[in-house]
T-cell receptor, first 114, second 111 residues
Framework: DADVTQTPRNRITKTGKRIMLECSQTKGHDRMYWYRQDPGLGLRLIYY???????NKGEISDGYSVSRQAQAKFSLSLESAIPNQTALYFC?????????????FGEGSRLTVL | GQNIDQPTEMTATEGAIVQINCTYQTSGFNGLFWYQQHAGEAPTFLSYNVLDGLEEKGRFSSFLSRSKGYSYLLLKELQMKDSASYLCAVRDHTGGFKTIFGAGTRLFVKA
């Protein structure tokens, strides 16, 4: 089983619908992140959380919200989806205080907004 | 703010050596990463540099010059499976150690 699990893996929805993407991890990491990936733009940081009580906006947080329900769970919500939120979304985790701080990614959630 | 630049695409021949460059501007530099991403898959960690110099790991090496805001990833003895996107990323300590990515370089390895 994957250490960082995202659900759903694929979702097609309509403009105006509320969507939640969920992320859970078994790595025991404190830090969790949500990125979106678009062709030609690379990975862009939406929100990040360094522990359950800490939530920070990233580069492109408008139109998104997050919830850190537990150390192992970090969900991303689109309150009213729009077509330009069509993208591949990645959840990632990292260890606090490590020299490298490398990111461990989930397998991605592909969202299409019609 | 941050700015990370790397070439969009590169093509190289199996068995050859290729160098992928990355330049960056950031106010709170705290390390540079290279990730590999095959089409349709998640990125995976390749290397990390925080001090100037060359880090070697098998066929892959990564170099950093902090004064020039410059890094490169060197891939030796290219194999077809090395065809992937290579993402340069910088960790910035302003606002709490967040990692920002460049747009990635798509590498095509031909026979």
């Amino acid at each position: 089983d994957a250490d960082v699990t995202q659900t759903p893996r694929n979702r097609i929805t309509k403009t105006g619908k509320r969507i939640m993407l969920e992320c859970s991890q078994t790595k025991g990491h404190d830090r969790m992140y949500w990125y979106r990936q678009d062709p030609g733009l690379g990975l862009r940081l939406i929100y990040y959380s360094f522990d359950v009580k800490d939530i920070n906006k990233g580069e492109i947080s408008d139109g998104y919200s997050v919830s850190r329900q537990a150390q192992a769970k970090f969900s991303l919500s689109l309150e009213s989806a729009i077509p330009n939120q069509t993208a591949l979304y990645f959840c990632a985790t990292s260890v606090a205080g490590e020299n490298t701080g490398e990111l461990f990614f989930g397998e991605g959630s592909r969202l299409t907004v019609l | 703010g941050q700015n990370i630049d790397q070439p969009t695409e590169m093509t190289a021949t199996e068995g050859a050596i290729v160098q992928i460059n990355c330049t960056y501007q950031t106010s709170g530099f705290n390390g540079l990463f290279w990730y590999q991403q095959h089409a349709g898959e998640a990125p995976t960690f390749l290397s990390y540099n925080v001090l100037d110099g060359l880090e070697e790991k098998g066929r892959f090496s990564s170099f950093l010059s902090r004064s020039k805001g410059y890094s490169y990833l060197l891939l030796k003895e290219l194999q077809m499976k090395d065809s992937a996107s290579y993402l340069c990323a910088v960790r910035d300590h302003t606002g709490g150690f967040k990692t920002i990515f460049g747009a990635g370089t798509r590498l095509f390895v031909k026979a």
